[in-house]
């Protein structure tokens, strides 16, 4: 469960801190809380899923 929770979170920083820098955003303004946003319910569907399936 923790992996799987793992991997759909890994991104969030990355995408905050390459492709924001690529185009010399400095910034983020509402991305970040709602790129961290979008990871906790990620976490919790992951959760779930995990559960159905493995109960």
Do not use: C, Q
Request: net charge positive; glycine share 8%; no cysteine.
């Amino acid at each position: 469960m923790a992996a799987v929770m793992f991997g759909s979170t890994e991104t969030t920083f990355y995408v905050v801190a390459v492709y924001f820098g690529a185009v010399n955003i400095k910034r983020t303004r509402h991305a970040i809380p709602a790129g961290l946003t979008a990871d906790i319910a990620a976490m919790l569907f992951a959760v779930w899923v995990v559960r159905l399936l493995f109960g």
